[in-house]
């Protein structure tokens, strides 16, 4: 029954403007979750994930397995995922041709009942589209956020003011914008991306657009990674700022150190409370269960500050 009453909400408010219907769309799949919130197979928000086309040949760093073999196979096992460990919600972007990109999201919006939020990869190989493009993508609903921003790995600064044209946007049409902070996979200058610097991964770099924008919707995606003292220093200074904590939710299972210490200094803070779930999947649509598993796991949090970073704290930035 209750089914049934979301299909028919859905289709009604497909008649209203881009963003009420966004509002609408998420008021409709969260409700019934907030009012279950405290059984056991609680929702979960996963502000992280990324789709691909084409073959898939890289073995998880953790396993050396590879389970999906193309786009298709991660498309199937990533909603497979979600679905077993009830993830209502996935931000989605992904890093390559962003005409591709953007028909694969669409399938996966197609074929599930989870509410995927579409994103817009900026930089690396999706390039820099036109600001006029941008704003066309938001007002038509075709994409629902602005992410993930790679500006890193073409040696820019996230406060470079050619991209304050994008942030600009997303505040006035009140958007949320995910930026890659942090580091990337090992050898990454002498692979992909020849500009990449660590150095650029550190979040006081966000401060001038922080200061520029302040009633933009910005998360840290990776919650700074190495840079974690630094992130918590933020988040503090700049109270609009949330994170997402992956990929160390399941990069070396074995060895939380970074998400230890990032949880545990802002949880001495008191900035858990813009502390988000995230996977970043990327190629290893089965790293959703790691991270969820890893998440619900830890034994210095109390299962309202699990259940705040895994849903809450996701739910109140939308």
């Given at each position: 029954m209750l089914k049934q009453i979301y299909i028919k909400a859905l289709a009604a408010i497909k008649l209203l403007d881009m963003k009420k219907q966004l509002i609408l769309q998420l008021i409709i799949y969260l409700a019934p979750f907030i009012?279950?919130?405290?059984?056991?197979?609680?929702?979960?928000?996963d502000m992280h994930m990324h789709v691909y086309s084409g073959e898939l040949n890289i073995p998880n760093p953790n396993t050396g397995k590879i389970l999906a073999k193309n786009g298709e196979e991660h498309r199937i096992m990533s909603l497979k995922f979600m679905?077993?460990?009830?993830?209502?919600?996935?931000?989605?972007?992904?890093?390559?041709?962003?005409?591709?990109i953007s028909q694969v999201i669409d399938t996966w919006k197609s074929d599930t009942e989870r509410?995927?939020?579409?994103?817009?990869?900026?930089?690396?190989?999706?390039?820099?589209?036109?600001?006029?493009?941008?704003?066309?993508?938001?007002?038509?609903?075709e994409i629902d956020f602005i992410g993930e921003l790679g500006f890193q790995y073409d040696g820019r600064s996230p406060s470079d003011p050619e991209f304050f044209k994008y942030y600009e946007l997303a505040q006035?049409?009140?958007?949320?914008?995910?930026?890659?902070?942090?580091m990337g996979a090992p050898g990454t200058p002498y692979n992909c991306c020849p500009n990449f610097r660590l150095s650029l991964g550190n979040p006081y770099l966000l401060e001038d657009m922080l200061v520029k924008f302040p009633k933009l919707r910005v998360w840290a995606m990776h919650a700074g990674g190495q840079f974690h003292n630094e992130m918590v220093t933020m988040m503090k200074m700049y109270t609009q700022l949330y994170v997402d904590i992956s990929p160390y939710t399941w990069l070396d299972a074995g060895n939380s150190e970074l998400l230890?210490?990032?949880?545990?200094?802002?949880?001495?803070?008191?900035?858990?409370?813009?502390?988000?779930?995230?996977s970043d999947q990327m190629l290893w649509p089965e790293t959703i269960e790691v991270a969820i598993i890893r998440v619900k796991s830890l034994d210095y949090l109390t299962n309202k500050e699990k259940a705040d970073i895994l849903y809450n704290n996701a739910a109140k930035f939308l």
């Open positions: 009012i279950f919130s405290q059984t056991t197979n609680q929702p979960i928000i679905k077993k460990y009830n993830v209502v919600i996935g931000a989605v972007s992904g890093n390559g041709d962003p005409d591709i509410l995927i939020l579409k994103g817009l990869f900026i930089g690396k190989k999706a390039g820099y589209p036109p600001i006029d493009l941008v704003r066309e993508l938001i007002t038509s609903g006035e049409l009140n958007v949320p914008v995910g930026i890659h902070t942090g230890d210490r990032f949880l545990k200094m802002a949880k001495e803070q008191g900035m858990l409370d813009r502390v988000m779930f995230g």
